[in-house]
Each structure stands twice: as structure tokens, then as C-alpha cells.
Nanobody, 123 residues
């Protein structure tokens, strides 16, 4: 299984980014998916998650209110839109496929991980 994350880059504070993650297997459309991030020298942390149907979502407090996670089950992609970016959002962002249909904020509940895409927010 391959996950291809894209959409990262360098952006000024206050800007927006749209991260995309494509999966290689259609069967994964029945699994929850999530986004995590890891800043330099820090542990990987939860950002957002969505269930298999796209109807249930959850966000970390740090991005709540300025982020939206969505998915296209036909195209096998999950999207993370982050607005009003802050320098503390700088990190490598990873998408992942859960072991089950529901959403989860725990890394141990994810079975497949993408390679990550770098997001750098300048002040």
C-alpha cells in the first residue's frame, strides 16, 4: 500500500495550504484516515482524522476552527485544508490509514503511513 502526500511548501503566516493524500488501494476507502505532523525535535502529533464515510471528523485543539479534513472515496484521497497558518504549524505532515472504519487520534491505530510533506510557515 502506498500513500502519496502532497501540497506542502513554504507559506507566510496567515496563509493557507491544501494537503492531499492519495492511496493506492481502493479497498482502503472503508478505513478511517488521519493527518499527523512532526516538528523538528518533537514527537509526532495528531492533527485531524476522518471516518470511512467522511461524516465524522475530529481535530487537534491546535488546528480546530481553521482546518478542514475531507475525503473522496471514489478517488481514494483525503484532503487537509489549513487556514490562518502559524509558524508553529511548521512540520512534516503525514497522512495515514487507520486499522478500522472510525476516526482516531492515536498513531498506534494506524497501519499505513505516507512519506510526509514539509510545511514551513514563515513569520
Amino acid at each position: 500500500v502506498q500513500l502519496q502526500a502532497s501540497g506542502g511548501g513554504l507559506v507566510q503566516a496567515g496563509g493557507s495550504l491544501r494537503l492531499s493524500c492519495a492511496t493506492s488501494r481502493r479497498t482502503l476507502s472503508n478505513n478511517g484516515m488521519g493527518w499527523f505532523r512532526q516538528a523538528a525535535g518533537k514527537e509526532r502529533e495528531f492533527v485531524a482524522t476522518i471516518d470511512w464515510s467522511g461524516t465524522t471528523t475530529s481535530y487537534a485543539d491546535s488546528v480546530k476552527g481553521r482546518s478542514t479534513i475531507s475525503r473522496d472515496r471514489v478517488k481514494n484521497t483525503v484532503i487537509l485544508q489549513v487556514n490562518d497558518l502559524k509558524p508553529e504549524d511548521t512540520a512534516v505532515y503525514y497522512c495515514a490509514v487507520a486499522m478500522f472504519a472510525g476516526p482516531s487520534d492515536l498513531p498506534r491505530n494506524y497501519q499505513y503511513w505516507g512519506q510526509g510533506t514539509q510545511v514551513t510557515v514563515s513569520s
